[in-house]
């Protein structure tokens, strides 16, 4: 099923609300409050679980849900690489050009 | 450089604009690469500029953009949203004590432009220079606002211009998660949450065969480290200094951030 702007306006509409709503409230919220403790631990270990499951969906997971990695080759190594360039120079901008770079040469390659 | 941020006589924005500067630069190849993966989803300029615009963050419009593709149902994809921007409430919550005494309307204007990235210059800015203010920091976050709009785009241009590998182009969007697991990666714990979730999103993801499986590993997941971390803390009176908690030193000597200033 192809979508239609129509329908796309409203997915836009709608991911603006779910985009605004967590970065509204509690920013409205504690300025005049605490932050309980236990929320803070816990929001501690969501980005870590939530960035490593996507990046398991991108690097292993077909569009079928099933596990493959035969063909991701490229991806692979330079996930690596990223992952080393990201460590080193803590530099977002320097992360996503070397990564493309690199699935590009080593693509070209293989 | 400095001497001329320094200079009383350069009018504010103008100061703002440079502070922001190494972030919008940054973010002219994500914003290209965005607008192409969008253009391919089949978002036209106007909705590609829309979405820049409301949403204002790269993994979720690239999220957007590889959810289209694979046709996942509406539902699913404002869920994964959620969860994905779930972590600006960590975000907002941690400089809602820079914007005490604002009104409704300014803390909705600055909610809706937070980002990861220009809450970090903010977050640096307002905890080390006592003359930064919340205006400033919406400054700061507009500038970085038009770079992004502006490279996503010419991206939707260039996409409908020229025949791209996309395949090449989506790894943009997977970098962009390894460098923000690698930000979080600060102690030993964190390493073993990283790897258990890899083990619970593949087995999640065939078992349900849905992206609800990454909703679920993700809540485990954070789960488990979160429980590991109370064990720790209530067992041990001295747990900074345990093993598993003990923070990492940082390789690039970059300021701590909003989770070690936490633990204070």
């Known amino acids: 099923m192809e979508w239609n702007s129509t329908q796309h306006f409203w997915l836009i509409m709608l991911s603006f609300l779910v985009a605004l709503i967590p970065r509204f409230v509690p920013l409205a919220f504690f300025r005049t409050r605490k932050i309980p403790k236990w929320f803070n631990e816990w929001m501690n270990y969501v980005p870590i679980a939530l960035f490593t499951s996507l990046v398991v969906k991108d690097l292993c997971i077909t569009s079928t849900y099933t596990f493959s990695i035969a063909d991701k080759l490229p991806e692979l190594i330079s996930a690596v690489i990223v992952f080393a360039i990201a460590y080193w120079t803590r530099s977002m901008a320097i992360s996503v050009v070397v990564g493309l770079a690199s699935v590009f040469l080593i693509a070209f390659i293989i | ?264």
């Open chain 2, 1 to 264: 450089m400095t001497k001329e941020v320094n200079d009383p006589s350069t009018p504010n924005w103008m100061k703002n604009l440079k502070v922001s500067m190494p972030l919008n630069l940054s973010y002219i190849p994500i914003g290209l690469a965005c607008g192409i993966l969008l253009h391919a989803a089949g978002f036209n300029t106007y909705l590609t500029a829309l979405v820049s615009i409301m949403i204002f963050s790269g993994g979720a419009q690239f999220l957007i953009a590889s959810m289209l593709v694979i046709e996942a149902p509406l539902l699913s994809i404002v869920l994964m949203l959620f969860f994905l921007e779930l972590r600006y409430a960590f975000l907002g919550s941690s400089l809602s004590k820079y914007l005490q005494g604002q009104s409704n309307r300014f803390t909705f204007l600055f909610a809706a432009s937070l980002n990861d990235e220009n809450y970090a210059i903010n977050y640096l800015k307002f905890s080390t220079d006592k003359k930064w203010t919340p205006s400033d920091a919406l400054q700061v976050e507009h500038y970085s606002l038009l770079f992004w709009t502006v490279s996503n785009i010419i991206g939707s241009f260039i996409g409908s211009a020229l025949h791209i590998n996309l395949t090449i182009v989506h790894f943009a969007l997977t970098a962009l998660f390894i460098y923000m697991i690698v930000m979080q990666l600060k102690s030993l714990l964190k390493l073993f949450v990283m790897v258990i979730t890899v083990g619970f999103a593949i087995f999640f993801m065939l078992l349900i065969k849905s992206t609800l499986g990454l909703v679920a590993s993700t809540l485990l997941a954070s789960f488990i480290g979160y429980s590991i971390e109370s064990y720790i803390r209530k067992r041990n009176p001295k747990y900074r200094k345990n093993r598993l908690l003990r923070l990492f030193k940082n390789p690039a000597g970059t300021p701590m951030d909003e989770s070690d200033e936490d633990d204070k």
